[in-house]
């Protein structure tokens, strides 16, 4: 409206038609510049309806039935150093479970996570657990020392990232409602 405004203004001015059209066009850059676009919840969640809920339950379960996998063969398990390592991998297994569980709209990020990286600790930690009944060996002791290590970073980064976005979200909601209140 107002760059409609501005340029009927500029036409009854006296200016000719193309130099209206600019300085309308002018003007709605110009607002669009300093307010923005409204932000409507229908285009930010947009990507949510695709996922249904019991989609967003399905992998949730996957990674509950997985964190609970984690702990049975952690009982397999009788280094103290591994089994250490594997609880700390559980905890944080379970921060991310419980956080999907609070923000459901983070599933669909997190899919790749539960279904490669847990997916992927539960089968080398299965495999591991059978080796090891079978036969003690100090190097496959230190590789397996080794991926814990590297999937408790992982699993690290991954609720990390998770916690990120969401601060991501609250700056981008701030910002607009403080430029929405400063115009007002």
């Not at 309806?49 to 990674?63: F, G, H, S």
Request: with cysteine; hydrophobic share 40%; proline share 2%.
């Amino acid at each position: 409206m107002i760059s409609s405004g501005a340029f009927l203004v500029a036409l009854s001015a006296g200016y000719p038609v193309l130099a209206s059209a600019l300085i309308g066009g002018a003007c709605y850059v110009g607002y669009r510049m300093t307010i923005g676009t409204d932000v409507n919840p229908e285009d930010i969640w947009k990507d949510l309806d695709k996922l249904t809920a019991q989609r967003v339950m399905e992998q949730i379960d996957k990674a509950r039935r997985n964190m609970k996998e984690i702990r049975e063969i952690n009982k397999q398990i009788p280094a103290k150093d591994l089994s250490d390592k594997l609880n700390i991998l559980e905890e944080k297994g379970n921060k991310i479970v419980e956080l999907l569980i609070n923000e459901p709209k983070d599933v669909k990020r997190a899919t790749r996570f539960i279904d490669v990286y847990l997916a992927g600790a539960v089968s080398v930690s299965r495999k591991f657990a059978d080796v090891q009944q079978h036969l003690n060996d100090e190097d496959i002791h230190r590789q397996y020392h080794d991926f814990l290590e590297e999937m408790i970073d992982t699993f690290g980064k991954q609720h990390a990232a998770l916690l990120d976005d969401d601060v991501l979200d609250l700056d981008v909601e701030i910002e607009v409602l403080q430029k929405r209140m400063r115009v007002e």
